[in-house]
């Protein structure tokens, strides 16, 4: 299984990005998928989660601004983000747990980053 996000960039304060975070190999079902981020200098952070039921949850930071999804049929998760601050300034990580053949209980896999950066 493997994680590949994409759609991060260099944005000005205020504008806008959708970052996509795709699941490929042998999968039977994943459920929660989320986003995370880490700045220079910091430790990784939670961004925002999203059931396979649909139900989100997003970071004190983010909440208002930025937007979960996913498309199960395709094993993708999106974020997008609006109303860019400097300090959204970070690679961001995908994460998904994912159930299949060599999975059989559950594996948190994780994503490749993608470089976000909020620059005037």
């Known amino acids: 299984v493997q994680l590949q996000a994409s759609g991060g960039g260099l944005v000005q304060p205020g504008g806008s990005l959708r970052l996509s975070c795709v699941a490929s190999?042998?999968?039977?079902?994943?459920?929660?998928m989320g986003w995370y981020r880490q700045a220079p200098g910091k430790q990784r952070e939670w961004v925002a989660t999203?059931?396979?039921?649909?139900?989100?949850n997003y970071a004190d930071s983010v909440k208002g601004r930025f937007t979960i999804s996913r498309d199960s049929a395709k094993n993708t998760v999106y974020l997008q983000m609006n109303s860019l601050k400097f300090e959204d300034t970070a690679i961001y990580y995908c994460?998904?747990?994912?159930?299949?053949?060599?999975?059989?209980?559950?594996?948190?896999?994780w994503g490749n980053g993608t470089q976000v950066t909020v620059s005037s």
């Open positions: 994460n998904a747990e994912v159930f299949g053949p060599e999975e059989p209980y559950g594996v948190d896999y």
């Open positions: 190999g042998s999968i039977f079902t994943i459920n929660d």
């Open positions: 999203i059931t396979n039921a649909g139900r989100t």
